[in-house]
């Protein structure tokens, strides 16, 4: 089992600056990959970036440029660096670890996932 906990979130105004956490705890060397998701109201949960055990970053268009994921791994610990924030972008922001096991002919994969941390930009 994996746990996770995000914190970090808050209000800031238009072209303001913010940077989720997420501690980690349990079985995380089982993990694939770690990254952030997030749901606005009304809309379907969405991928905000994600993060290979290698270090291997993938990013959503919307959020190219302006955000970054990292991981220290020393602290089991996963980070969202959010600038240039829009009021597009309020949404609550979900950790998420997973990893793939079963056959080669019938992967499967196996989601863990944070509480959630409300992000509001507004002015």
């Known amino acids: 089992q994996v746990q996770l906990v995000e914190s970090g979130g808050g209000l800031v105004q238009p072209g303001g600056s913010l940077r989720l956490s997420c501690a980690a705890s349990g079985s995380i060397f089982r993990l694939n990959a770690m990254g952030w998701y997030r749901q606005a109201p009304g809309n379907q949960r969405e991928l905000v970036a994600t993060?290979?055990?290698?270090?291997?970053?993938n990013y959503a268009d919307s959020v190219k440029g302006r955000f970054t994921i990292s991981r220290d791994n020393a602290k089991n610990t996963l980070y969202l660096q959010m600038n240039n924030l829009k009021p597009e972008d309020t949404a609550v922001y979900y950790c998420n670890g997973y990893r793939y096991y079963g056959p080669v002919e019938r992967v499967e994969r196996e989601d863990y996932w944070g509480q959630g941390t409300q992000v509001t930009v507004s002015s």
């Open positions: 993060i290979t055990s290698r270090g291997s970053t």
